[in-house]
């Protein structure tokens, strides 16, 4: 059974950091492109960020670039989404999820192509 657990949101503040986890279980890591998306109060599931399977490639959503750094530990069966420079509109629930890739270098963009997702983690910014 698949299973993908995000860890470390929480209630921060304006201009804080905070470093998300997700920890994947139960498949072949290393075959799979990993993504972020997130689900803004009232509003739909939206990409933030997406890696390869080898971590050389990433693309970003265009209002996070700079400020999101997404990456993944293949030995640990994690990836990790560092936020910066949080603002009140990165209030959401962040969800990860990994999609099946052929190539290595392959990323995923759109919530379709992931066949597994985690349960998710609220961050809620205060300004």
């Known amino acids: 059974q698949v299973q993908l657990v995000e860890s470390g949101g929480g209630l921060v503040q304006a201009g804080d950091s905070l470093r998300l986890s997700c920890a994947a279980a139960g498949l072949r890591f290393s075959n799979y492109a990993l993504g972020w998306f997130r689900q803004p109060p009232g509003k739909e599931r939206e990409f933030v960020a997406t890696i390869s399977r080898n971590g050389r490639a990433s693309k970003y959503e265009d209002s996070v670039e700079g400020r999101f750094t997404i990456t993944r530990d293949n030995d640990k069966n994690t990836t990790y989404l560092q936020i910066n420079s949080l603002k009140a509109e990165d209030t959401a629930v962040y969800y990860c999820?990994?999609?099946?890739?052929?190539?290595?270098?392959?990323?995923?963009?759109?919530?379709?192509?992931?066949?597994?997702w985690g349960q998710g983690t609220p961050v809620t910014v205060t300004s």
């Open positions: 999820a990994a999609a099946a890739q052929l190539f290595l270098s392959s990323i995923a963009l759109t919530p379709i192509a992931y066949q597994h």
